[in-house]
């Protein structure tokens, strides 16, 4: 029998393309898992603390609103006034000279600190030294003229009636009556001619610094010229500032209750510096200004570095010496009424809220006063406002990392 030989059936082209068809289609799914995989990691949920945390107090209170709060703390008060104030002299004296004449000597050095009584100009007193002794001499004779009708007057007197008339006795009387008024004629021209005399040495009426001379040795002076020289007394100097026609009527009426109280009263230099003396209450002025209604006050410092120059501008700051204490709140629990006003809201013990009117002072050192409307330890609400209303219930929370009152605080937001 004839062998038979099998030849290997070639495959055909269709199964081949069946088996790349089903590889790519491995491929394809293994692509489609991968990016899957890719999807669903992004979408599933994640672990997120913060959520967590937040979901859990949304689900504690539900549909309240979260707030923050605090204490009204019993504060001391002692926010200073300040005004624009200026120095000025005391006293302030122009050397006017009371006789003419030449400049002879000069005593002093401008700007030197004088002393009452001190010698400051000497002017030539030759001239009036000779009408001293001229005077002098008047004097003399009228009182030797005077001696003589004097004797005259007693002879007159003594002698025998029958030997004078009554007419001469009346004439000796009154010649010497007439010398004696010649004598009090020539002391007063005398204690003038002295007065003049005197005045030839210009001194120092008060204490105080001497500015610029205008006069120097050699000029003729005289009072129709002007002053020699300005001296303005400056220890102790006056700081005079303008006060409000009504805040006058306030410190009056308080000073009528006895209620005005102690003030501490500081200066700020012009450099910006705070003068290292206080001052005290000197007077206030005797009329208001028309055109500012504002009364003068004035005001006594020490000056002994000369620190204050008259007509110099400062500022003054006017606080109490015992300042009051209120209950104070920090400046974000106050708000503005729609109807004018400041309000805040109270923190009740049942979690409720209530809008109250408050009087307040201005802010100091981040904190609010209030005068009327609240009491020490009722709290208020700082933060989380914007959903409160009256007899609103809250879930009262801790206040952000930030506290309330330092620079920079952020409000703790409320869903």
């Known amino acids: 029998m004839e062998d038979i030989k099998e030849t290997p059936e070639k495959p055909s082209n269709g199964s081949l393309a069946a088996k790349i068809g089903a590889v790519v289609a491995t491929l394809v799914l293994a692509a489609v898992c991968v990016a899957a995989g890719w999807i669903l990691n992004d979408m599933w949920p994640k672990t997120d603390h913060a959520a967590a945390d937040k979901a859990k107090l949304a689900a504690m209170s539900g549909a309240l609103a979260t707030v923050s709060a605090t204490n009204a703390e019993m504060r001391v008060y002692n926010l200073p006034e300040r005004f624009v104030a200026h120095a000025e002299a005391v006293q302030e004296v122009d050397l006017l000279p009371q006789v003419d004449g030449y400049i002879r000597e000069i005593k002093f050095k401008e700007g030197d600190i004088v002393s009452a009584g001190q010698l400051l100009y000497v002017i030539d007193d030759e001239r009036y030294q000779a009408v001293v002794n001229q005077r ?29 008339t009554q007419l001469e006795r009346d004439n000796a009387e009154a010649s010497a009556e007439k010398a004696e008024a010649a004598v009090m004629q020539a002391k007063a021209n005398l204690v003038v001619a002295q007065y003049d005399l005197k005045k030839t040495t210009v001194l120092a009426p008060i204490s105080g610094q001497i500015g610029k001379s205008a006069a120097h040795v050699g000029d003729y002076v005289a009072p129709s010229k002007g002053s020699l020289a300005k001296i303005v007394q400056i220890d102790p100097i006056r700081v005079s500032f303008p006060l409000t026609d009504r805040a006058y009527v306030q410190w009056r009426q308080a000073q009528k209750r006895g209620e005005a109280p102690d003030m501490r009263l500081r200066l700020i230099l012009p450099d910006g510096s705070e003068y290292d003396r206080e001052g005290k209450w000197d007077f206030d002025d005797n ?62 013990a049942d979690s409720t809220v209530e809008q109250r009117p408050v ?5 100091y050192a981040g904190w609010t006063p ?46």
Do not use: C, H
């Open 287 to 348: 009329q208001m200004s028309l055109e500012t209604a504002s009364i003068m006050m004035r005001l006594s410092f020490p000056n002994p570095e000369r620190f204050l120059v008259p007509n110099s501008y400062v500022t003054l700051l006017a606080d109490f010496v015992n300042p009051p204490s209120y209950p104070s709140i920090p400046q974000q629990a106050v708000f503005d009424l729609p109807g004018g006003g400041q309000g805040v809201w109270v923190l009740r």
């Open 136 to 164: 002098q001499a008047d004097l003399e004779a009228a009182e030797a003229e005077s001696r003589r009708a004097k004797r005259y007057y007693e002879r007159m007197q003594s002698a025998d009636s029958r030997g004078i």
């Open 370 to 415: 209030v005068v009327e409307g609240l009491s020490e330890g009722e709290r208020v609400v700082i933060s989380g406002v914007s959903k409160l209303g009256p007899g609103v219930k809250v879930l009262e929370v801790e206040p952000t990392g930030n506290d309330d009152i330092v620079e920079g605080y952020k409000a703790p937001i409320s869903d």
């Open 359 to 363: 009087v307040t002072k201005e802010a």
